[in-house]
């Protein structure tokens, strides 16, 4: 659903503002010297002294028997939907899901399954449309296997889903005889806003993964988590699909210079995303949905000003958003002060008050 990648325009300024991702910022001073002090091995035999630190540190940390380092968020749903399903399964998760929209049709050309789309606010789906969406066992109905949510729900708004609404959602698959997975690419957006430590947000799920590269920070990496059993399964995926690395160290230092260093400070990213919402509500025509984290997604349909003039407007003044199917999304992250914050929301103003 995101738009075209930020590209200046010719003779555009360059980019000072960029609230179009979390996923744009660039590693720190800080980060780099971690990476360039990583003690490497080779990861793809088990024996890059980093990478196991960086497992065994997110195994800890989500309450998990063990855990893979990846190249992607992508590749994490991807292999996690590989090793829970078979061909032809079905995997129940919200119509506004990653794996639905954003995933390059993965599902259909490499996993095979289906995915049974649910409805509710702010991404999420309560209990009763879970049971709802159960099949009955026969040889019409393709076998469902796996529940899958977002925390935090990303075209949901950045919405964090609450724990006991979680558990519900996963009682009721465990009782239907589904596994559970957890796309956490935000997943420490949601620990630090509702202040729940990972193990206990995650600890219904059987799989769950977390992306450095979404605000923490780091150039690529995610780590997927799950049971013994599974991960050793999905290492045959990775080493399938051409996951397994061999220096990856270097990477992992950065994803450990992340927890470190880039996951308290979260916080401050939610206290932008709380400002820059609370400016916008005040201009003429903007709806504003109240951000519970670092998205802040708002609608101009009101304003009579076109998303494309907007967002041209903005990036002539050195400033990107995204436009989002009908919504405008700011993203605040590391690299977003609050003083670009305050900036952006005053660009953005000017930006309306010019018209059609
Ligand atoms: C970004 C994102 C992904 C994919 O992660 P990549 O690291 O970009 O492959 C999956 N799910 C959600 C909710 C995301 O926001």
């Not at 995933?103 to 789309?117: D, K, M, N, S």
């Amino acid at each position: 659903m995101v738009h075209a990648p930020v590209r200046a325009p010719a003779g555009a300024p360059k980019l000072r503002i960029n609230l179009y991702s979390d996923t744009q910022t660039r590693p720190t001073p800080a980060m780099k010297d971690a990476m360039m002090r990583a003690e490497v091995g080779d990861e793809q035999h088990g024996d890059d002294p980093t990478v196991d630190a960086l497992c065994a540190r997110m195994a800890a940390l989500t309450g998990k028997e063990a855990a893979m380092f990846l190249p992607s968020g992508t590749m994490c749903n991807v292999i996690a939907i590989l090793t829970h399903c078979r061909k032809g399964d079905e995997v129940v998760a919200h119509e506004t899901s990653h794996i639905l929209h954003n995933e390059g049709g993965a599902h259909a050309a490499l996993t095979g399954v289906q995915i049974l789309p649910l409805v509710g606010p702010r991404g999420m789906f309560s209990a009763e449309a879970v049971r709802a969406a159960i099949r009955p066992r026969n040889r019409y109905a393709p076998p469902q296997r796996l529940l899958e949510v977002e925390q935090t729900a990303n075209i949901g708004g950045g919405a964090v889903w609450p724990l006991a609404q979680l558990n519900a959602v996963a009682a009721v698959a465990r009782e239907a005889g589904w596994a559970t997975h957890m796309d956490g690419a935000r997943l420490m957006n949601a620990c630090v806003a509702a202040a729940i430590a990972p193990a206990d947000m995650v600890a219904a799920y059987d799989s769950v993964w977390l992306d450095f590269t979404k605000g923490l920070g780091a150039p690529l990496g995610a780590v997927l988590c799950g049971s013994a059993a599974f991960i050793d399964e999905a290492w045959r995926w990775k080493q399938r699909l051409g996951g397994s690395m061999r220096q990856a160290g270097i990477c992992a230092a950065a994803c450990l210079h992340a927890l470190d260093h880039h996951v308290a400070r979260l916080a401050d990213d939610h206290a932008n995303a709380q400002a820059l919402a609370g400016a916008l509500a005040r201009l003429p025509g903007v709806r504003v949905e109240t951000p519970e984290t670092n998205l802040v997604f708002f609608d101009i349909a009101d304003t009579g000003v076109a998303e494309a003039s907007l967002l041209a407007r903005l990036r002539a003044r050195g400033v990107a958003l995204s436009a989002l199917g009908g919504r405008m999304r700011a993203c605040t992250h590391l690299d977003v002060t609050r003083a670009m914050v305050d900036e952006a929301a005053a660009l953005i103003a000017e930006a309306l008050a010019a018209g059609p």
